[in-house]
């Protein structure tokens, strides 16, 4: 468990890679690169790693972050407690200028998502959360100073499944097994409306009550989705494979299983 100075600070570091993100977006200079798993890197990706790892590197935790340096398993199995960090999701939201890209900040615990930190900086977003019992969702321009939870913070909680079905899915990764999906659910009589969203915000709008599924059946990576893995289970709902079993992080591979956002 992290102490509400600990969340305070990584909230403001959090603001304060968002507004070094913005910086670079509205200069239209990104300096991509591709990674090689073929996947870009901007310079923007860079600045708020480096802008976290400052504050994150001096609590007693280790670090996983994205575009960090490579940790072994045989170094990380045994860690109890760690931050896991994404400090751009959706660089490709990023690169096409939609403003759906996300800074991603999680506290694990034994394997847990216990407390999330997720930021859209275009949208000024953030959503909160902590120990997998409240979620809040905010206002916050990129580089304000949190000083304290506002009073015009929404409590967000999860809907359960009506009749008439909000379906979020990825924009870029629409596949064969999430049109079965669908069509399995419009087979008992739902009436389903599709939704595509980019980066981790798919999993805050489950948690916020704004769409009631999101079914992930392709690839994302742990530091995808754990921060909003918190924010989920604080706002009632679960991030379970097809198959029921909960998300487990700090994996020996970091891939995710496919899975299933919901009630």
Not at 125 to 145: H, R, V
Not at 167 to 185: M, P, W
Not at 186 to 213: Q, R, Y
Request: net charge neutral; proline share 5%; with cysteine.
């Amino acid at each position: 468990m992290i102490t509400a100075k600990t969340q305070h600070q990584v909230i403001n570091a959090i603001s304060k890679a968002g507004k070094a993100i913005l910086d670079i977006y509205e200069s239209g200079d990104f300096g991509v690169e591709m990674k090689s798993d073929h996947s870009p890197l901007t310079l923007a990706d860079k600045a708020a790693h480096d802008i976290i790892m400052e504050v994150l590197s001096k609590t007693e935790e280790p670090v996983l972050s994205e575009e960090g340096s490579s940790i072994p398993y045989s170094k990380r199995k045994d860690w109890k407690a760690f931050w896991l960090v994404d400090p751009l999701d959706g660089t490709k939201e990023f690169i096409k200028k939609n403003g759906e890209f996300t800074i991603n900040v999680a506290y694990i615990e034994r394997g847990r998502a216990r407390t999330g930190f997720v930021y859209a900086p275009v949208l000024e977003d953030f959503y909160l959360g902590i120990n997998e019992q409240m979620a809040f969702k905010f206002k916050l321009k990129p580089g304000e100073t949190f000083k304290e939870l506002p009073a015009t913070a929404k409590v967000l909680k999860v809907k359960p499944e009506e009749q008439n079905m909000i379906l979020v899915g990825s924009r870029s990764h629409f596949n064969k097994e999430t049109e079965d999906y669908i069509e399995a659910l419009k087979a008992t009589g739902k009436k389903v409306e599709f939704i595509s969203k980019g980066s981790s915000l798919k999993l805050c709008m489950v948690a916020e009550g704004s769409a009631h599924l999101y079914p992930r059946f392709g690839p994302t990576m742990e530091w995808d989705t754990a921060a909003a893995h918190a924010i989920v289970s604080a706002a009632g709902g679960t991030v379970k494979t097809p198959e029921g079993l909960e998300l487990h992080y700090n994996k020996e591979d970091l891939l995710n299983p496919y899975f299933i956002v919901k009630r």
